[in-house]
């Protein structure tokens, strides 16, 4: 599936706002691609369909979870995390995709995980980089992003954490263990 098809098929699962993100994150993953030795057709993949599954009905995602014998707990924690591990799951059904590395960087481009691949560092990063985003701290990343995308990485992770934290809302226990695992140089 070449860039216009893949963009094509994604803008009809997409709000325009969302759409316009998505092109700053298939941008942005290119250059990071092209910046730290990744596989830039896959990232730019990747970002392509990150956030595929996005708007689909909450109850629907809830059965794909379950159907599908995802990692339970994640029913447990945020909605907004679902995107990810469902998106991976519908994008390989229902846009064909089969790479597993691209479905990876799919599936845990909210959480992270222990081992990430460069590509599905690429894409977390480039998600949260990517230019039309705006808050406190994303500058401080898109600097590291130039230079080291390890310390982007543990920096867009810290940054969220801490997000959570001061909302009294859950972290999903993968980000811990992502950072936990970054921070120890493993």
């Known amino acids: ?79 907004e995390l679902w995107h990810a591990p469902v998106g991976a799951y519908l994008v390989q059904r229902e846009a064909g995709v089969q790479d597993e590395d691209i479905l990876d960087a799919i599936r845990y481009h909210t959480s992270g995980r222990p081992g990430m691949t460069l590509l599905e560092k690429v894409i977390y990063v480039a998600d949260y980089i990517e230019p039309n985003r705006a808050f406190p701290g994303v500058d401080e990343v898109r600097k590291l992003a130039e230079t080291d995308l390890n310390q982007a990485l543990i920096q867009s992770i810290k940054n969220t954490m801490v997000f959570l934290m001061k909302k009294n809302q859950p972290v999903f226990p993968d980000t811990f263990l992502t950072y936990n695992w970054l921070v120890s140089g493993s």
Not at 5 to 12: D, R, S, Y
Not at 16 to 41: C, P, Q, W
Not at 59 to 64: G, R, T
Request: glycine share 2%.
């Open 1 to 79: 599936m070449n860039r216009e098809e893949a963009l094509a098929c994604v803008k009809q699962q997409l709000t325009e706002h969302r759409y316009i993100h998505t092109v700053g994150v298939m941008n942005t993953a290119i250059e990071l691609a092209e910046r730290f030795g990744a596989d830039s057709k896959k990232a730019e993949i990747a970002a392509i369909f990150h956030d595929y599954a996005k708007f689909r009905p909450k109850e629907e995602m809830k059965q794909i979870i379950a159907r599908e014998k995802m990692p339970a707990h994640l029913l447990d924690h945020n909605p």
